[in-house]
Structures are given as structure tokens and as C-alpha cells.
T-cell receptor, first 113, second 114 residues
Framework: DADVTQTPRNRITKTGKRIMLECSQT?????MYWYRQDPGLGLRLIYY???????NKGEISDGYSVSRQAQAKFSLSLESAIPNQTALYFC????????????FGEGSRLTVL | GENVEQHPSTLSVQEGDSAVIKCTYS??????FPWYKQELGKRPQLIID?????GEKKDQRIAVTLNKTAKHFSLHITETQPEDSAVYFC?????????????FGTGTRLTIIP
């Protein structure tokens, strides 16, 4: 089954540490996204990419960076993690064509102490 | 930018009854309105969407209505079942494809009481 896979699924780290969350997909989709989910705040867009050479900031990009290593891989980095970056992070993909459906990964829960 | 408000934040209904979740949006240019369901510990999944050229769309027990004049849209679930218990998110986008501008509501936790 074509899917969107995130690693790690859970991570606990300390303030100031560098963290990378990885996303890979076998759906063959061009468009990939990173969202952050916080209780009571819904899903907020951090970064998105339409292809390997295209990276765009979302609503809450400060403190984050991304890398699109290949069509199938999109990673999110926190250069120096801080406690208010504790959240559930989702990668998502979307294909071409007249559909708006996002396909989400299973999520990466990050705790920054 | 777009602002999407979603109400209520929590909703409990008896099994078999109907549930209604409402969202309002601010950007009159928005024309794509999806609804995502997130079961406990799972990823969000699209359950239904509507575009601005229609006022209502149904899929079995779920339906979405859209009032562009009033800038609000609603999710209706009839004959609720225990598996309907989840968090539901509405969203709005100013284009049919532009998920990069998809703004989500804050979510509604729906609990179905057996």
C-alpha cells in the first residue's frame, strides 16, 4: 500500500539540541508538507514543497528548516529545539490534478524538555 | 489571511442521534472546504469536501453544507455510531488546489455515547 512514513514516531530531547524529523512517501506525489498540531490550535502549516527545487514557508516557519532530498523525501529540522516546539508533527502529501486531498503520515510526537 | 473558526470544541451525542459541527471563514476568496477526521492516536483523513459551486454534498451518513453569503459551512453526521467518535477539523482554501493556503479550524472532539 502506498503510504507516507515518518521517523521517529516519538522523540524526547533537551532544549538546544538539533532534531530532524524525516518523511518518506511511496505515493509518487510531488507536493509535500509539514504541519504542526497542538491541542486547541488545529493543524498549522510549517513548510511545503512542490518539487525538489521548490521550498516555501508556511504559517509558522520560524525556528524550523526543511530539506527536500528527493521527490519522495522531505525532512524537517529544528536547529536548536525549545520547549514550545513540543507538539505532534505531521508530514503530508498531495498529488497533481483536481483534488485537494492531503495524505498524512502517522505523526511524530516531539517533546522538548 | 484566512481565519477559520470552528464550533463547538467538544460535542457529545447519543448513538443514533445527529451531530452538527459548524465553521465560519473570513476570506471571501476561499472556495474549497474539506473536512478531516482524526481518530484517537491516528492521522487525519479526508472524509468529505465541498467546492463553492455547490451548496451541499452528501456521502452516506455525512453531509456538508455551504453558505457562501454568510461564509459558513457545516458537517452533518446522521445516525451516529461509536466509530464516529473522533476529532473533526474543518478547513478553507482560496483555491481548489492550494493546500499551501489551507487554513484549519481548531477541531471538534465528537463523542458518541452508547
Amino acid at each position: 500500500d502506498a503510504d507516507v512514513t515518518q521517523t521517529p514516531r516519538n522523540r524526547i530531547t533537551k532544549t538546544g539540541k538539533r532534531i530532524m524529523l524525516e518523511c518518506s512517501q511511496t505515493k509518487g506525489h510531488d507536493r509535500m508538507y509539514w504541519y504542526r498540531q497542538d491541542p486547541g490550535l488545529g493543524l498549522r502549516l510549517i513548510y511545503y514543497s512542490f518539487d525538489v527545487k521548490d521550498i516555501n514557508k508556511g504559517e509558522i516557519s520560524d525556528g524550523y528548516s526543511v530539506s527536500r532530498q528527493a521527490q519522495a523525501k522531505f525532512s524537517l529540522s529544528l536547529e536548536s529545539a525549545i520547549p514550545n516546539q513540543t507538539a505532534l508533527y505531521f508530514c503530508a502529501t498531495r498529488g497533481q490534478g483536481n483534488t485537494g486531498e492531503l495524505f498524512f503520515g502517522e505523526g511524530s510526537r516531539l517533546t522538548v524538555l | 489571511g484566512e481565519n477559520v473558526e470552528q464550533h463547538p470544541s467538544t460535542l457529545s451525542v447519543q448513538e443514533g442521534d445527529s451531530a452538527v459541527i459548524k465553521c465560519t471563514y473570513s476570506d471571501s476568496a476561499s472556495n474549497y472546504f474539506p473536512w478531516y477526521k482524526q481518530e484517537l492516536g491516528k492521522r487525519p483523513q479526508l472524509i468529505i469536501d465541498i467546492r463553492s459551486n455547490v451548496g451541499e454534498k452528501k456521502d452516506q451518513r455525512i453531509a456538508v453544507t455551504l453558505n457562501k453569503t454568510a461564509k459558513h459551512f457545516s458537517l452533518h453526521i446522521t445516525e451516529t455510531q461509536p466509530e464516529d467518535s473522533a476529532v473533526y477539523f474543518c478547513a478553507a482554501s482560496p483555491s481548489n488546489f492550494g493546500n499551501e493556503k489551507l487554513t484549519f479550524g481548531t477541531g471538534t472532539r465528537l463523542t458518541i455515547i452508547p
